[in-house]
């Protein structure tokens, strides 16, 4: 069975950081490239960055290139964002979810595996 199960969330003021985790079971990142997806308020829910099975090439949307950074540990099952220089914007419910392989350019959820969510909120 797989699961994908998020943490990390919390508050932050404008410019600060967080480190969101998924950790998943049932399967390994060798095997499924991991997306990371985020719904912010009176928008859908969108890609934000993923990282692709074996060696991890990675991807960013612009909105969040050169402050985000994906990465992941396969020994402990987990994947990582590190989220920098976060804006008011950034605020909202992210979700870690197996994708499509290679997922540059194009983060889209497959076989509907998807956590429940983490909330980030900014705001000073």
């Known amino acids: 069975q797989f699961q994908l199960v998020e943490s990390g969330g919390g508050w932050k003021q404008p410019g600060g950081s967080l480190r969101l985790s998924c950790s998943v079971s049932?399967?390994?990142?060798?095997?499924?490239?991991i997306g990371w997806f985020r719904e912010t308020p009176g928008k859908e829910r969108e890609g934000v960055s993923c990282?692709?099975?074996?060696?991890?090439?990675?991807f960013y949307e612009n909105f969040v290139k050169g402050r985000f950074t994906v990465s992941k540990d396969g020994s402990k099952s987990t994947v990582y964002l590190q989220m920098n220089s976060l804006k008011p914007e950034d605020t909202g419910v992210y979700y870690c979810a197996i994708v499509f392989n290679p997922c540059r350019g194009l983060i889209q959820a497959y076989g509907g595996y998807w956590g429940r969510g983490t909330l980030v909120t900014v705001s000073a």
């Open positions: 990282i692709d099975r074996g060696d991890g090439d990675k």
């Open positions: 049932g399967f390994s990142l060798d095997s499924y490239a």
